[in-house]
């Protein structure tokens, strides 16, 4: 059972739930795909090893054999290839690693090498299994490092997926070939919209989905009602406690402290089991 944790705006505790999750289940694999600000590990506090660089193929141009016809950079339409009277310019950060241009140059002088563009680390805390990822400073495309970071998920079990807020690349990386995906909003008129633009993508994907409410009490009835009207499911409440926002300050597990937390997420674990038949 793979299940992704995301929401539509960031700051709206989509980590807390990833990581109460993964330990109402137990034995599990968690993975952290925000990988341009990771968190999860400030409340997992597992000891990290590096386990791998994160790469991606970039072209190399070979001056001897390129003669300069332009056929690779016309195919680019990432525009990471420009043609200049001597030579071809390569601009890195662009590349999407694609390898079309070597597969176009009719005079064979384009090969690939990897760039590193992250990390990838491993960590465990108890039965929870951990793989984060950790995008360069500088680098624009994060995607890459989140496809292989899913790379580690064990072919059995239980597997978290920690998902990059929004709606765009680095979300959809996240949920593609996800089970079902949790989706954590707030009740604010920011909050709604972001829901609603995140559901439209899932809804395109054909991925399940529920919602959790965070900080419930603080806003308007708007989300609920949206739910209603759409028969989309609301898999829970977390209220705005000052308690819970102590423990989460503390890098705290609300199930290991919150009673009313515990039984709320063995619920939510109960709902997603049934939806995927598990």
Request: proline content about 6%; overall charge negative.
């Given at each position: 059972?793979?299940?992704?944790v ?27 795909c ?89 960590g ?62 707030e ?8 829901l ?47 308690d ?11 199930v ?23």
């Amino acid at each position: 059972m793979k299940i992704a944790v995301a929401s539509g705006k960031g700051g709206t505790g989509k980590t807390t739930v990833a990581i109460n999750l993964a330990f109402s289940i137990g034995q599990c694999t968690l993975l952290d795909c925000d990988v341009e600000e990771p968190d999860a590990n400030l409340y997992l506090k597992a000891d990290l090893e590096q386990l791998e660089e994160a790469t991606m193929p970039n072209p190399i141009i070979d001056a001897e054999l390129c003669d300069l016809c332009g056929k690779c950079v016309r195919f680019c339409r990432y525009n990471a290839l420009a043609k200049l009277p001597s030579e071809i310019l390569l601009f890195p950060h662009i590349c999407n690693g694609c390898g079309g241009c070597a597969l176009v140059c009719p005079k064979a002088a384009i090969t690939e090498a990897p760039r590193t563009m992250g990390v990838i680390e491993k960590g465990r805390r108890g039965a929870i299994t951990f793989y984060g990822g950790t995008l360069s400073i500088g680098e624009a495309r994060s995607p890459p490092v989140i496809r292989q970071l899913k790379g580690h998920i064990p072919p059995e079990g239980n597997t978290i997926l920690d998902s990059p807020p929004g709606s765009s690349c680095p979300f959809v990386t996240t949920v593609s070939g996800c089970d079902y995906v949790v989706l954590v909003t707030e009740p604010t008129p920011f909050g709604l919209h972001d829901l609603r633009m995140v559901i439209e993508v899932l809804n395109e994907l054909g991925i399940s989905y529920g919602v959790i409410i965070n900080r419930h009490d603080i806003g308007d009835s708007a989300v609920e009602e949206f739910l209603a009207q759409n028969s989309i499911e609301l898999l829970g409440k977390i209220p705005n406690s000052m308690d819970i926002a102590r423990l989460g300050s503390n890098g705290k597990i609300l199930v290991e402290n919150d009673m009313e937390m515990r039984h709320m997420f063995q619920g939510l674990l109960e709902k997603i089991r049934a939806k995927v038949g598990e």
